[in-house]
């Protein structure tokens, strides 16, 4: 998968085109998300998805403790927005979308 360079999920916004190659994944987030607050599909906002080439194994979002190979790897970032708050969606090297919550700072 060809992805542009890793870029702050702060620079996603709703005026970037989505990849429609990458819908079936904001989709399967949008449920989750939705699932995970109790809440509507249709309250849940995508703000932004995009093909990311992640820096290691962690794609993106490395958990304390953890060590994680340390090759880039070709993935996908999806950022949704509900209950007034941005949620980060990160996939990559054939593992489907998933609620990153421990983003570095």
Known sequence: MQGMAL?????????????????PFV???????????????????VVGAQSVVWPDGSLGCPQPGVGYIQVQADG????????????????????????CEHRPK
């Open 76 to 99: 996908y970032r999806i950022e949704l927005r509900a209950t007034g708050k941005v949620y980060s969606y990160h996939a990559g090297e054939g593992r489907g979308p998933f609620l």
């Open 27 to 45: 989709d399967t987030a949008v449920s989750d998300l939705a699932m995970r607050l109790s809440i509507d599909r249709g309250a849940v906002e």
């Open 7 to 23: 870029a702050p999920e702060n620079d996603m916004t709703a005026t970037q085109p989505i990849d429609p190659t990458l819908q």
